[in-house]
C-alpha cells in the first residue's frame, strides 16, 4: 500500500465535513465511515489508492488510523469546527466544514462517487451503517488492527441447502470421511 497523503487525507476530511455541516447526526463516525467506503471502493474498482488512508477496527467500525490529530490542524488552520452535540439520547463528535474546500482534489468521478457515500450514510440510522460498515472483512479482523481496503470484497458463503448438505454427507462417506 502506498503511503498515505497528510494533505490529501485532510483535503477529504474537510470536504466531508463541509459537505455534511448542515446534516443533523453526521458525527465523526459517520464521516470516519464515509472514508472508509470511498477509498476502499475507489481501490477495489480502480486499483488506485486515493489518499493512502489506512482504517483499523473500532468498536462502531472503520476509524482512520494514525490521523486523528488531523482534526486538531484542520481547526487550528479554521477549515473545520469540532464540537459535541447531542442526537437523540447521545453526544456525538460533530466535524464543520467552515471553510470552502481546495478545488481540485477529486475529479469528476471521485467527486459522484464522494457525494454518493455522503448521501447514502447520511441517511442511514446507526444500525443500518453499522450492517453495512460490519461485514464478513470487518469481522475477520481484530479489534484495533489495520483493515485492508480490499476486504470489502470479502463475503460469507451462504449456508448449504439440504440438498448440498445430504451430497456432502454421501460424498463423504464414500471417501470413508463419515
Known sequence: MSNPSREKIKDLIHHIAYATRDMNGFGRTKLYKVMWFFE???????????????????????????????????EAEGRIHCFD?????????????????????????QARDLGYWIKTIGEMTADE???ESHDYGWEIVTQGDEIPLS????????????????WAKARAKELGRL
Open 40 to 74: 476502499a471502493r475507489q481501490y477495489t474498482m480502480t486499483r488506485d489508492i486515493f489518499s493512502g488512508a489506512r482504517f483499523i477496527r473500532d468498536t462502531f467500525g472503520p476509524r482512520l488510523k494514525g490521523f486523528d490529530n488531523l482534526f486538531q490542524e484542520l
Open 129 to 131: 451503517i453499522s450492517e
Open 151 to 166: 476486504s470489502v470484497l470479502a463475503k460469507r458463503v451462504r449456508e448449504p441447502n439440504s440438498d448440498e448438505v445430504e
Open 85 to 109: 452535540d447531542r442526537y437523540y439520547n447521545r453526544t456525538i463528535k460533530r466535524v464543520s466544514g467552515v471553510t470552502t474546500p481546495p478545488a481540485g482534489l477529486l475529479n469528476q468521478e
